[in-house]
């Protein structure tokens, strides 16, 4: 995809307990996803919508899906109330060739458990103790602009281990003051999709306004938009050549 065709991102988000929580809402006023949509919109190449837990079909009708590129995912005190269809629907479009970025702890979400096959689960501490991300794989195009880590000065703590398949590229690793350390910028590939997760963004928090781990998402999005590769071919197939097979 040229940089003539602006990448579509929808940034979608549980959005409740910015609505319940007056602590949350007063990080977080416009919700998770307006402090992220918002950072991508003044960046060059995107086009960028939001799509919220309560909207009808949560916001990711097959039209909305069909016109998005990369999925940015934020929950995690609704995962259940996501329903397995809309669940389908977006995991196929992953294997189609949408990108998605789950962020923290969407590693909980339907979406994440069912791309990955495993427990996803981790261990975590909220005394807001800061986090570390060492960069791992320098050369990597989410790696870009980065410097050799990023420093968040308060955040949740996410712990080893973490129950995920092995990355195909691990991009993060986090440091925390209690001793863990945490498996934090992880790239997949599922059929013709590629999936990200980065662990930073616990919602009492400011994280999501902060620019290293803002550019860091814009990296995962340029990383993860879906690309013009080749159909997927499943099935019987005639032979391209003229095959001939002895008695
Ligand atoms: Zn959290």
Not at 6 to 12: E, Y
Request: with cysteine; glycine share 8%.
């Amino acid at each position: 995809m040229g940089m003539s065709q602006p990448i579509r991102v929808t940034v979608w988000n549980e959005f409740r307990h910015e609505q319940s929580d007056a602590h949350i809402r007063a990080v977080y006023p416009e919700g998770i996803h307006r402090a992220i949509a918002e950072y991508l919109e003044d960046q060059p190449g995107f086009s960028v919508q939001t799509a919220t837990l309560d909207e009808p079909e949560h916001g990711l009708t097959e039209d909305v899906l069909a016109e998005t590129d990369v999925l940015i995912w934020w929950g995690h005190q609704a995962h259940a109330a996501v329903e397995d269809e809309i669940v389908d629907r977006v995991h196929a479009r992953v294997l189609d060739g949408m990108g998605l970025i789950c962020l923290h702890s969407s590693h909980f979400s339907k979406i994440f458990k069912k791309l990955m096959g495993t427990t996803c689960n981790l261990k975590w501490r909220e005394l807001g103790e800061n986090e570390r991300l060492w960069v791992v794989e320098p050369g990597h195009p989410i790696a870009a602009g980065v410097g050799q880590y990023i420093d968040i000065p308060h955040e949740e703590m996410y712990g080893e281990f973490f129950d995920i398949p092995e990355p195909d590229t691990l991009v993060f690793i986090s440091w925390f003051p209690g001793g863990e350390v945490f498996r934090s910028g992880c790239c997949y590939h599922r059929g013709r999709g590629k999936v990200f997760y980065f662990r930073p963004g616990h919602e009492s928090f400011p994280t999501f306004y902060q620019a290293e781990v803002r550019h860091v998402i814009a990296n995962a999005a340029r990383w993860a938009a879906t690309t013009d590769g080749p159909e997927i071919v499943y099935g019987n197939v005639q032979p391209l050549e003229e095959v001939t097979v002895s008695a």
